[in-house]
């Protein structure tokens, strides 16, 4: 059995550094993902005035209740979480402050949350495309009150919004009518009742009603990164190999660790521990056709794309429209990639279907995407010379994947 130790979950890094810098007090962040996304989102908060300092693997955040301490241009570099929740503490104090971000991010939209500010009384200007960064905000406090929010395209939306409510005059009732990738908002959920604050749940948990009164610093330890993980459960499936990773259990607050029930139901055994998790591939790396909804677990989605072709039967990936407006277009990404490949692949404007075949060693166009990267490179274990156009873009989620990647591969005698 091999066991592999994985970076600080992302999702939970970014909800840990705007809710240490909104909370009253000193917060300690234990083991926290050091990538790219997470240090633009430090980056930010220290541009926007709160003091954040490294100690060893930790953060240390010095709360400010009040917002922020000055005005500020806060550059989001690729960083979604950061140019979607950085916004709404700013909106939460008193200044001018003016957000952009990288080509990619500018790309990405932001609409559904920054017409919520505007709905809330923010003073909020697009600069060039309406919905997209750069923006502006004026702002002067929130009330609150209540809002109306479509969250079909990406769950950070009302992350943010609910991120926010605390710190509002009257606190929020937001009203969902759509929302995609559910086990992230019950991830900031969790997170905020740890930092002091219990969000309700009315009409049929579509109504959340967060109450004001701020954040309470506190110590708080980071799990592994779910997502990250699921690419070292995909390769012990894919070689029939056995790996187990520390600091995920059934308490864990991942929803993306649901990926290892999708390995389950292809052949391989799983074994969920109260702090660990185990894959093992079945002989030979035997795998089954599936058809699968991964709407909520949407960020594994490119992990499964990529080695669908080793299974037995077709693999059909359905309701992952909001890959699309990721990093990149990444349903089209993968289909592009697995058709040099020599791959049958058929999509849909929400779907992809992978026919079985023997993927050809081709150079990956990742479109500066991370994931399609890491992806790509698990389903190279049982295709040697698999190259990549941009390697490198892995730094934003996990830097040292393919140092990583490399000894689990020589440990495997891969």
């Known amino acids: 059995m091999t066991v592999v130790e994985i970076p600080g979950s992302k999702s939970v890094t970014a909800r840990a550094l705007f809710l240490a810098a909104a909370a009253d007090g000193s917060t300690r962040l234990r083991r926290p993902l050091h990538s790219d996304d997470t240090e633009g989102f430090a980056a930010g908060l220290a541009a926007l005035g709160y003091a954040v300092t490294e100690d060893g693997q930790d953060w240390i955040v010095e709360g400010r209740p009040q917002g922020p301490a000055n005005d500020a241009d806060v550059y989001c570099r690729d960083g979604a979480t950061t140019a979607r929740f950085l916004p709404a503490l700013a909106a939460a104090g008193h200044g001018e402050f003016r957000f952009d971000a990288s080509a990619q991010m500018r790309r990405r939209p932001v609409g559904p949350l920054t017409e919520a500010l505007r709905e809330l009384g923010v003073v909020l200007v697009h600069e060039e495309n309406e919905g997209h960064h750069p923006l502006r905000i004026s702002a002067r406090g929130v009330k609150g009150g209540e809002l109306t929010l479509d969250a079909g395209l990406s769950s950070q939306y009302l992350t943010a919004l609910l991120l926010l409510g605390p710190l509002t005059e009257q606190g929020l009732r937001i009203t969902v009518t759509d929302l995609v990738s559910v086990p992230y908002v019950e991830i900031t959920l969790a997170m905020m009742r740890s930092f002091g604050v219990e969000v309700g749940r009315e009409g049929d948990g579509k109504v959340f009603v967060v109450p004001p009164g701020g954040y309470t610093a506190v110590d708080y330890p980071v799990e592994p990164d779910a997502s990250t993980a699921s690419y070292v459960f995909a390769a012990a499936a894919l070689t029939g190999r056995e790996v187990t990773v520390p600091g995920l259990g059934q308490g864990a607050l991942q929803g993306d660790l649901k990926f290892v029930e999708v390995l389950e139901r292809m052949g391989a055994e799983v074994r969920i521990g109260e702090d660990e998790v185990t894959v093992a591939g079945a002989p030979g790396g035997r795998l089954s056709g599936i058809t699968v909804n991964m709407r909520d677990i949407s960020d594994t989605m490119p992990?499964?794309?990529?080695?669908?072709?080793?299974?037995?039967?077709?693999?059909?990936?359905?309701?992952?429209?909001?890959?699309?407006?990721?990093?990149?277009?990444?349903?089209?990404?993968?289909?592009?990639?697995?058709?040099?490949?020599?791959?049958?692949?058929?999509?849909?404007?929400?779907?992809?279907?992978?026919?079985?075949?023997?993927?050809?060693?081709?150079?990956?166009?990742?479109?500066?995407?991370?994931?399609?990267?890491?992806?790509?490179?698990?389903?190279?274990?049982?295709?040697?010379?698999?190259?990549?156009?941009?390697?490198?873009?892995?730094?934003?989620?996990?830097p040292a994947f393919h140092e990583e990647f490399a000894k689990l591969r020589a440990s495997w005698g891969i």
């Open 303 to 398: 992990t499964l794309a990529a080695f669908a072709p080793f299974a037995d039967g077709p693999v059909r990936i359905e309701d992952v429209y909001n890959t699309r407006v990721k990093e990149c277009d990444r349903l089209e990404a993968c289909a592009q990639n697995l058709r040099a490949q020599g791959i049958e692949v058929e999509t849909g404007r929400d779907w992809i279907e992978i026919k079985p075949g023997a993927p050809k060693p081709v150079e990956i166009a990742t479109f500066g995407d991370h994931r399609i990267v890491m992806s790509f490179a698990v389903a190279g274990l049982r295709t040697p010379g698999v190259t990549f156009d941009d390697p490198g873009c892995v730094r934003k989620t996990f």
